[in-house]
């Protein structure tokens, strides 16, 4: 036998289940789930009165992200660390193509800023913001080889990363041949630049103007065409950080005609709103991020999706950048550079504001910040839950303890926080990844680069069953 622990005395939660039990861990797989568990191992860990969650996953991720002149300010070291600490064991980053470049230029160059670095496991989307004849060619070993299996586009970011709908048509026909998924950014890049080219012309310059220019309608118009597109050529479709009741509207209506969107949404999105752009002076940068922040009606709006199965997922889109960062839009709204930090607040946000406040059951909460990304993003069950066989990602969570979010207390390496003063209750305790206890009662003890790169199975709901069968190993 190798390297064991015993977690005793917990309570586990999975996105079905709920129930008392002792959890066996050997190397970096859960061996044994039962009652009263006895074996001789190398480590007990007692979680009496602590809930056992599978490991966090955050679908987007935007770690050392080149934008708008500047990088997002977390590397995948330290970027990866903080998501240890809110609970989240395994991210989706972006690697994105440059225009002109190709796709495994910028897969490598992703490779080279995680790979040795990040402390928990990672995978990546491909960002498509060339889609030609030679991108097209690339397609097939990115997904089959390198295990990629989501291709991203933008409809927005005109001039930088937006693609045109023939690029998008084009790369549904050619991702759908290895069962891989289209993921988008909805928004309509046109209308925003116009939007903006006037906003600027009229002196207006101020960060409300981010979100005055980026209209609930542009992101309406934009996921409405998507979801067409996907439906004439019957491709998979998963919607990045779905942010109004607009957009929900148009994925609710897609399902009239049977067709099945997968939608993410962000915490920020759920919690937040416009309000903050009123904030005096410069404050408003903070939450510039696109989409914007919306109203409170589509707050309610995403919540009540998330009750009726509408959206599936709740990530962070993590793309930090510090205030002398953010001050590059000083004079110019259009220049601040666009993201948020959250990777570290997403779990403890929703639990404290979801569970706690009766929003969404335990359950909901393991699916939405776990089980659902992992199994749309093809690393189920491997990932996203607590069975035998399953890596031991667990988080042991201690649902009493109350505490305060601010960046003087955060790992995240941003010099502000998004949720700053909020009050939380529940937080993370102790986290094992792949059997090795990388948090343990709040204090981080985990080499540079243990993460580890995860190669992931295509979209195809039908083979989920063989992927019970025959777990996906990187
Ligand atoms: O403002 C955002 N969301 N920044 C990151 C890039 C993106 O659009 O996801
Ligand atoms: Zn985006
Ligand atoms: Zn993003």
Redesign the pocket.
Same mark, same amino acid.
């Given at each position: 036998m190798g390297k064991t622990i015993l977690i005793k005395n917990g309570t586990v939660v999975t996105a079905t289940d709920k129930y008392q039990a002792d959890i066996l861990i050997e190397e970096e797989k859960i061996k044994t789930i039962g009652k009263s568990l006895d074996y001789p191992t190398d480590r007990i860990i007692d979680a009496k009165d602590k809930y056992i969650f599978p490991g966090g996953i955050d679908p987007h991720t !935007?770690m050392e992200?080149p934008?708008m002149g500047t990088f997002a300010s977390d590397t995948f070291e330290t970027g990866t660390l903080a998501g240890l600490y809110g609970g989240t064991t395994t991210i989706i980053d972006f690697a994105i193509q440059s225009q002109g470049e190709s796709l495994r230029k910028a897969l490598d160059l992703w490779h080279k800023k995680a790979d040795g670095n990040a402390v928990c496991d990672y995978a990546f989307h491909m960002g498509v913001t060339d889609f030609n004849k030679n991108t097209k060619a690339e397609i097939k070993n990115i997904c089959l080889q390198d295990g990629i299996t989501s291709f991203k586009v933008?409809m927005a970011y005109k001039g930088a990363l937006m693609v045109d709908d023939r690029q998008i048509i084009g790369l549904m026909k050619e991702s759908r041949k290895y069962g891989a998924l289209v993921i988008s !950014?909805c928004e309509n890049g046109d209308m925003v630049d116009e939007l903006v080219s006037e906003a600027k012309s009229n002196g207006n310059l101020s960060p409300r103007y981010h979100y005055l220019t980026r209209p609930e309608i542009a992101e309406t118009e934009a996921t409405g065409r998507i979801i067409d597109m996907a439906y004439q050529g019957n491709h998979p479709l998963y919607i990045? !950080?779905l942010t109004c009741e607009g957009a929900l509207n148009r994925v609710r209506e897609a399902t009239k005609r049977n067709q099945k969107v997968n939608v993410e949404t962000c915490i920020q999105y759920l919690l937040l709103d416009e309000s903050l752009y009123e904030s005096p002076g410069f404050e408003g940068s903070k939450w510039i991020?696109?989409p914007p922040l919306r109203k409170e009606k589509d707050r309610i709006a995403l919540w009540e999706g998330i009750k009726q199965g509408l959206v599936h997922t709740v990530a962070t889109?993590h793309?930090p950048f510090c205030m002398n960062q953010k001050e590059m839009g000083k004079n110019d709204f259009s220049k601040i550079p666009?993201?948020i930090p959250g990777i570290e607040n997403r779990m403890e946000l929703l639990f404290s504001e979801g569970v706690l406040k009766g929003k969404i059951s335990l359950n909901k909460f393991v699916e939405l910040t776990s089980t659902a990304a992992a199994k749309i993003f093809g690393i189920f069950p491997k990932k996203g839950t607590i069975a035998p066989g399953s890596d031991a990602d667990i988080v042991i969570f201690d649902p009493n303890i109350k505490h305060i979010i601010s960046s003087k207390t955060h790992h995240q390496n941003c010099d502000y926080s998004a949720y700053e003063g909020w009050s939380v209750t529940g937080k993370t305790n102790t986290v094992i990844l792949r059997g090795n206890i990388v948090i343990e009662n709040g204090k981080a003890s985990v080499q540079k680069g243990y993460g580890k790169y995860i190669a992931r199975a295509p979209y195809n709901t039908e083979l989920t069953e063989e992927r019970i069968k025959q777990p996906v190993h990187a």
């Open positions: !935007h992200l934008f933008f !950014h990045v !950080h991020m696109s889109d793309c666009n993201g």
